[in-house]
């Protein structure tokens, strides 16, 4: 089980600035859509540290915005332009690791 967590740190961060990219999301709805997407459910522990360091690396930037339920303000997160340029980065590193690492766990055979 340490591996899987092991392994669900090292991409939520780009996960995360998928979501963001979708659509701004305050940190509870973060969680929500991480977990409609099949990732398990995942703590406020693990969520916010991601959150500020994106913020740090001028990937993310935050907004309060009144609750659309008439609650208190809730602190909106928004991609940045660097967060845009990053997550295309993600996607296309992701899409050249993941293919063939799923390839070899499957067991297929290289060609040549």
Avoid: H
């Amino acid at each position: 089980m340490a591996i899987r967590s092991q392994l669900l740190k090292g991409v939520l961060p780009a996960c995360i600035l998928a979501v963001i990219d979708r659509q701004p999301v305050y940190g509870y709805e973060l969680a929500q859509k991480l977990e409609e997407s099949g990732l398990p459910e995942i703590s406020d522990g693990t969520i916010y540290p991601i959150l500020l360091r994106l913020q740090k690396q001028k990937l993310v930037y935050s907004e309060m915005r009144p609750s659309e339920s008439g609650g208190p303000k809730r602190k909106y997160y928004f991609l940045t332009d660097e967060g845009k340029n990053e997550l295309m980065q993600m996607q296309t590193e992701w899409g050249a690791l993941a293919n063939p690492v799923s390839s070899m766990l499957k067991g297929d055979q290289p060609n040549g």
